[in-house]
């Protein structure tokens, strides 16, 4: 069994900074990429940002030079750093994690999200 929790949402005024985190545990052999995606009221999920086990990072379009994204390997932990916010960056913030299973099945877990609100 595989646990993915999100932590660090809130509201913010546009401008401001949030820091959320993702912890992922339980019966992990390999994390390969954890990664952070969005869905705001009435749009579909979308893709925000990711690094690999081997610490190469993506982001999207919408967030690049105002987001960043770091893992801490040991913790299964990765954290993403949003500077500048902007309105339309609310959203509820999900972490999904790939990888190895214990038992060497392919993981694929998303956690339950944490809601980010930034008011203009």
């Known amino acids: 069994q595989v646990q993915v929790v999100e932590s660090g949402g809130g509201s913010v005024q546009a401008g401001g900074s949030l820091r959320l985190s993702c912890v992922a545990s339980g019966t992990i052999f390999r994390i390969e990429n954890m990664g952070w995606y969005r869905q705001a009221p009435g749009k579909q999920r979308e893709f925000v940002a990711r690094?690999?086990?081997?610490?190469?990072?993506n982001y999207a379009d919408s967030v690049k030079g105002r987001f960043t994204v770091v893992r801490y390997e040991a913790k299964n932990t990765i954290y993403l750093q949003m500077n500048s916010l902007k309105p339309e960056d609310t959203a509820v913030y999900y972490c999904n994690t790939q990888g190895l299973a214990s038992n060497w099945s392919a993981l694929d877990y998303w956690g339950q999200g944490t809601q980010v609100t930034v008011s203009s």
């Open positions: 690094i690999t086990l081997g610490g190469s990072t």
